[in-house]
Antibody, heavy 123, light 107 residues
Framework: QLQLQESGPGLVKPSETLSLTCTVS??????????WTWIRQPPGEGLEWIGSIYYSGSTYYNPSLKSRVTISVDTSKNQFSLKLSSVTAADTAVYYC???????????????WGRGTLVTVSS | DIQMTQSPSSLSASVGDRVTITCRAS??????LNWYQQKPGKAPKLLINAASSLQSGVPSRFSGSGSGTDFTLTISSLQPEDFATYFC?????????FGQGTKLEIK
């Protein structure tokens, strides 16, 4: 059974870089059938797609975050990672990693999620 | 960006009720629409993809319909475990966007 687990610091100082890793177990991140994604949710608010990556390294980013976001993949470790630079209090959120599957090869959906990790931006 | 608007924002219902949640896109998204259920402190769970395709393992009381700009999620007979927040999400074009959520509460 595929499982995803987020890891990284729970507290980041303003202006610094938030770094999280998602470890995939029970399946290969190098499968040609899937993308992998990061999504966040500020406390008590809705969901925001951050970006997605293919095992080859191909990425898609949310334009609202693109200048600050880097998503990378390490197939040897079956992991993908998120870096968000120059963080502010507005970046405080639960960060989820998830698998992206496709209906009919083109209609994306997020079908397997990690449990999420709360990252607080505060000095 | 494509804006997704759900209605209502909150809803009170009783066990056994039939409930419908609506999601409207700011432009046509064909059937590139997914529904998720989220319980407090938990990750969202995929219920329906491509507007009407029930995810494996999801009870058949959940159904989705719609195309273009207007979509609905229907729960045919509410069960106690269905009280949660529901989100729609479009995958027609990036950035992928979510509705603001509909909180389903016990009456």
């Amino acid at each position: 059974q595929l499982q995803l687990q987020e890891s990284g610091p729970g507290l980041v100082k303003p202006s610094e870089t938030l770094s999280l890793t998602c470890t995939v177990s029970g399946g290969s991140i190098s499968s040609s059938s899937y993308y992998w994604t990061w999504i966040r949710q500020p406390p008590g608010e809705g969901l925001e797609w951050i970006g997605s990556i293919y095992y080859s390294g191909s990425t898609y980013y949310n334009p609202s975050l693109k200048s600050r976001v880097t998503i990378s993949v390490d197939t040897s470790k079956n992991q993908f990672s998120l870096k968000l630079s120059s963080v502010t209090a507005a970046d405080t959120a639960v960060y989820y990693c998830a698998r992206v599957s496709k209906n009919a090869g083109i209609k994306w959906y997020f079908d397997v999620w990690g449990r999420g990790t709360l990252v607080t931006v505060s000095s | 960006d494509i804006q997704m608007t759900q209605s209502p924002s909150s809803l009170s219902a009783s066990v056994g009720d039939r409930v419908t949640i609506t999601c409207r896109a700011s432009q046509s998204i064909s059937s590139y629409l997914n529904w998720y259920q989220q319980k407090p402190g938990k990750a969202p769970k995929l219920l329906i993809n491509a507007a009407s395709s029930l995810q494996s393992g999801v009870p058949s009381r959940f159904s989705g319909s719609g195309s273009g700009t207007d979509f609905t999620l229907t729960i045919s007979s509410l069960q106690p475990e269905d009280f949660a927040t529901y989100f729609c999400q479009q995958s027609h074009s990036t950035p992928y966007t979510f509705g603001q959520g509909t909180k389903l509460e016990i009456k």
